[in-house]
Structure formats: structure tokens, C-alpha cells
């Protein structure tokens, strides 16, 4: 995730959310090269013009040099069922795209999701149990390492649910303020200092006036 120093990832009313240098662009998608999925929220991919695809010949040719498919898995998790079907995610059809949802989309709502993507996976009832949905992933799609691009109450949710081993972040040098700018993190979130999700470092550089870095999370309450 890219971040601006006060640690949000867009501006409140949401109106800019792409903000990092080439460099994190260019970071983003060396990311993507090492992953067999990216995986996003439906406000993000709705919101954003991403394809959630390895980008060009430079970084699929890094894909298979590590023994991976040319192009990546594309996740797409809604709760609710909506997506919007002009998003740019469906205009290229270079490899498959998966999305995960719950019943409470509804039959009809089922339907369009199943003519916009080559599989629906429904899991859970009225909240999608993420972890059972990245053991589904693995089993059925092989999906060992799984890049989340956000949004925040994804984002969010992963970490609830102990399913997150590293975070990437690029701390940009702009400052956007306001209450309602969403960060990394959204949702529920934590509500005692002892179920925050705790970070060790791992790296960190600097690329101009921006930093990337990395941490490894040290504690995981739940889970695969």
C-alpha cells in the first residue's frame, strides 16, 4: 500500500488515490511478479483503472524465470455481491478472474457476478470467512503466495483474521488529512492494545523522498 505521511491511502472523499512515484508503481508491479494471485476489494477495483495483471513483458518474463505462470490470478472480494461491470479488471481477459462473495448477494446478483467472471466462490453467509477462502484457493487454484492490494476494509479484515505475513507500505511525502481519509486498515479494526496486530522490520529504503518499507508481521491470532 502506498501511504501518505499521515497514513492515508486517499483523500477523504475519495477522489485521489493514486499517488506514489514511478518508483512505488514500478515497486507494485515487482511485487506482482512474485506473487500467483493479487487480490482486491470491489470499491477498489471499481474505483480504480487496474487490471490487477504482472504489467509488461519485463515482469512476466520475471514470473517465469521463478517458475510461476506468465500472469497472475485476479481475486475480486465483495461481501455484497456488487461489482461494477465496466471496471476496467473485465476488459482484458488474459487470465482468470475469481471472485469471492456471500450469500446474501442474492441469486440475481449471482448470476451477473457468474457471466463477469470464469468462477464465483461463495464463502460464508453473511460475512466472507477468509480463511476459508484462501484454503480454497490454495486447493483449488494452487495459490501459494497472495498479493492483497487493498482496500482498507479488506485490508482490515486480513489482518483480523491472522492472515497476513508481510506488509509493503511506500510512505509518500504529502500530507492529506482529514477524519474520514481512509488508511491501510478500515473495519472493525482492533479494540485492545493486546489484539493489535504486531510488526517487526524487515527493510527499509529510500527512493528519492519516499520510503519503502517492509514489515513482517510477529503475531497472528488466527488463520490458515
Not at 508491479?29 to 494471485?37: F, G, N, P, Q, S
Not at 442474492?106 to 464463502?123: H, M, P, Q, S
Not at 520510503?211 to 508481521?217: A, D, G, M, T
Request: proline residues 3%; hydrophobic residues 40%; glycine residues 10%.
Amino acid at each position: 500500500m502506498a501511504i501518505t505521511t499521515d497514513g492515508k491511502i486517499a483523500t477523504a472523499n475519495r477522489a485521489v488515490s493514486s499517488f506514489g512515484s514511478r518508483r512505488d508503481k514500478a515497486h507494485l508491479l515487482e511485487l506482482r511478479a512474485t506473487a500467483d494471485a493479487v487480490m482486491a476489494g470491489a470499491r477498489t477495483v471499481d474505483s480504480n483503472p487496474v487490471n490487477l495483471g504482472p504489467g509488461p513483458a519485463m515482469y512476466r518474463r520475471l514470473r517465469i524465470l521463478r517458475g510461476l505462470a506468465e500472469y497472475n490470478l485476479r481475486i475480486i472480494v465483495t461481501g455484497s455481491g456488487t461489482v461494477n461491470p465496466e471496471a476496467e479488471i473485465f476488459k482484458r481477459r488474459f487470465s482468470p478472474i475469481i471472485i469471492l462473495t456471500t450469500r446474501r448477494a442474492g441469486e440475481k446478483r449471482l448470476k451477473k457476478l457468474r457471466a463477469l467472471a470464469d468462477e464465483v466462490n461463495i464463502c460464508g453467509a453473511r460475512e466472507i470467512n477468509l480463511a476459508q477462502a484462501l484454503r480454497w484457493l490454495r486447493e483449488k487454484w494452487k495459490v501459494k503466495r497472495l498479493l492483497c492490494e487493498g482496500g482498507g476494509e479488506l485490508n482490515d479484515a486480513l489482518f483480523g483474521a491472522g492472515l497476513v505475513d508481510e506488509v509493503h507500505l511506500t510512505v509518500c511525502p504529502k500530507i492529506f488529512g482529514g477524519r474520514h481519509a481512509p488508511t491501510i486498515a478500515e473495519g472493525v479494526g482492533a479494540g485492545l492494545l493486546a489484539k493489535a496486530t504486531k510488526l517487526e522490520l524487515k527493510s527499509l529504503k529510500r527512493f528519492g523522498d519516499e520510503l519503502f518499507v517492509v514489515y513482517r508481521v510477529k503475531s497472528r491470532t488466527a488463520g490458515l
